[in-house]
């Protein structure tokens, strides 16, 4: 393991346990600089990857994260993040983590070393054909990831590799492998730091542009979003009205007479028609609102 990019020790860093706070702070500040970088350079596969599952999305499938400690924990936040902010039914992005739901909380690192839990929990999900399995694991090397990533390209499914190491056997048993090269630690092996980084900068790429181009937004709107609370509900208000041009009040009624649903609202006010008529035309665009405001549907 000591060959690995992600476990190598740099001596820029051998000294800092005698460092300043200031010091350490800019020094994590200065290697963290460093992700968009190697983010920017596995751009031509990340582009691949994010194509091919958008793919699987527009079948009806699943998008589905994998992965143990750190890596399994961000899978899960990107996963979660989704039906809030794209109205998305939970069950199509999801997260599997190495030791279940009670490791997002409580460290479970032996989890990792299992090949064949990975290959239960990726049938116990049914995945098939239409899915698309993203495995996470800086290393590249995880057994549970690389268990997971097998069973579903047998199954069919798109497979994908995240990790931050060159050649890893991950990238070798994922249809679109993605290497984002951080390169060493500043705590030498600590791969919440960099790698880390690096990960939820590319799981927020694949979920988001996924969902941009499934329709889920119009320009840069979150048109989809769930009003779930005051903050959402505010941001819902100003979106009709951004979108629409229509005063506050009106823009409140609107919603109000959609159930808060944001694209009902605006195509009622844009097209003058009732929640109703306003459903049909958005169901007739595939959920697109540029489409319905535009007569295409």
Not at 22 to 51: C, F, H, K, Y
Not at 174 to 194: D, F, K, M, N, Q
Request: a negative charge; glycine letters at 10%.
């Amino acid at each position: 393991m000591g060959e690995m990019l992600t476990e190598r020790v740099d001596p820029r860093y051998r000294d800092i346990d005698v460092a300043s706070v200031a010091e350490l702070a800019m020094l994590m500040n200065e290697a963290d600089a460093g992700v968009p970088v190697a983010v920017r350079a596995a751009m031509g596969q990340i582009v691949t990857a994010i194509s091919a599952i958008t793919a699987r999305l527009e079948m009806g499938g699943r998008l589905i994260y994998v992965g143990a400690g750190t890596a399994g924990r961000i899978g899960v936040l990107d996963a979660s993040e989704c039906p809030p902010t794209f109205n998305t039914d939970p069950e199509q992005v999801q997260a599997i983590i190495a030791g279940g739901p009670s490791a997002i909380v409580n460290a479970g690192e032996g989890a990792e070393d299992d090949v064949d839990a990975g290959a239960r929990a990726i049938a116990e999900r049914t995945v098939g054909p239409a899915d698309a399995v993203v495995g996470i694991a800086a290393s590249g090397r995880t057994p549970f990831v690389l268990g997971a990533l097998a069973a579903a390209r047998e199954r069919g499914a798109l497979t994908v590799a995240l990790s931050c190491n060159p050649g890893a056997p991950l990238s070798a048993a994922a249809e679109c492998p993605i290497e984002v090269l951080v390169g060493p630690e500043v705590l030498a092996g600590s791969t919440r730091l960099r790698a880390g980084t690096a990960q939820k900068m590319v799981l927020n790429m694949i979920s988001t542009i996924a969902m941009v181009r499934l329709g889920k937004t119009y320009g840069n709107l979150m048109v989809d979003l769930r009003a779930t609370n005051a903050k959402l509900r505010e941001r819902a208000v100003r979106i009709v009205e951004t979108v629409t041009g229509a005063e506050r009040g009106r823009a409140e009624a609107a919603l109000q007479a959609a159930g808060l649903e944001v694209k009902v609202a605006i195509v009622m006010i844009m097209s003058e028609v009732e929640a109703d008529e306003a459903r049909r035309r958005l169901a007739a665009a595939a959920g697109r609102l540029r489409v319905a405001l535009e007569g295409r549907a």
